[in-house]
T-cell receptor, first 116, second 112 residues
Framework: DAMVIQNPRYQVTQFGKPVTLSCSQTLNHNVMYWYQQKSSQAPKLLFHYYDKDFNNEADTPDNFQSRRPNTSFCFLDIRSPGLGDAAMYLC???????????????FGEGSRLTVL | EDQVTQSPEALRLQEGESSSLNCSYTVSGLRGLFWYRQDPGKGPEFLFTLYSAGEEKEKERLKATLTKKESFLHITAPKPEDSATYLCAVQAMNTGFQKLVFGTGTRLLVSP
């Protein structure tokens, strides 16, 4: 049973046309993450939510934004996609627990974005 | 800055030919080191967490070990279904949440 579900799996957009990617989870985890992974590169953390608290990585471009309307859902908005934003976007969750604890990340299958 | 370097970038094995993948890391205090498997076009799948030097974890044909500077993923008698990219990631002690820094991975191809 899928626990972290991303939609769409494949998204094609035009240069500058806004895109929204969605992620839902059935694990009731309080931390949700968005990673960007380009071909043959390491996944790169864009931002995360700890419950409703939003945390942006320092080098995440302003073009990327996120919303988390409830525990189960999280969205990645790319306001004006450029060719360099073509990538796999991975949503992940973790149990959080007390601050600083370790925990495995549960990833979705990813959304592959193509920018024409 | 926390860093993870994986080698080799790619590895081709014959079925049954055992080998090891390397993950070297620098981190300001290690809270945990993680191994993930990633199949083409899919998200990473968790394999192991290692917390301290000397620790070992096993799962089927895979065995992960940890020293103070590196981790190895040993693959014993691999099968074609073990073909995937194996990612290593570290979490630093001073992070307030499960922030992982990933390596670029080792692409493993096991031929029948």
């Amino acid at each position: 049973d899928a626990m972290v579900i991303q939609n769409p799996r494949y998204q094609v957009t035009q240069f500058g046309k806004p895109v929204t990617l969605s992620c839902s989870q059935t694990l009731n985890h309080n931390v949700m993450y968005w990673y960007q992974q380009k071909s043959s590169q390491a996944p790169k953390l864009l931002f995360h939510y700890y419950d409703k608290d939003f945390n942006n990585e320092a080098d995440t471009p302003d073009n990327f934004q996120s919303r988390r309307p409830n525990t189960s859902f999280c969205f990645l908005d790319i306001r004006s996609p450029g060719l360099g934003d073509a990538a796999m976007y991975l949503c992940a969750t973790s149990g959080g627990g007390t601050s600083g604890t370790t925990g495995e990340l549960f990833f979705g299958e990813g959304s592959r974005l193509t920018v024409l | 800055e926390d860093q993870v370097t994986q080698s080799p970038e790619a590895l081709r094995l014959q079925e049954g030919e055992s080998s090891s993948l390397n993950c070297s890391y620098t981190v300001s205090g290690l809270r945990g080191l993680f191994w993930y498997r990633q199949d083409p076009g899919k998200g990473p799948e968790f394999l192991f967490t290692l917390y301290s030097a000397g620790e070992e974890k096993e799962k089927e044909r895979l065995k992960a070990t940890l020293t103070k500077k590196e981790s190895f993923l040993h693959i014993t008698a691999p099968k074609p279904e073990d073909s995937a990219t194996y990612l290593c990631a570290v979490q630093a002690m001073n992070t307030g949440f499960q922030k992982l820094v990933f390596g670029t991975g080792t692409r493993l191809l096991v031929s029948p």
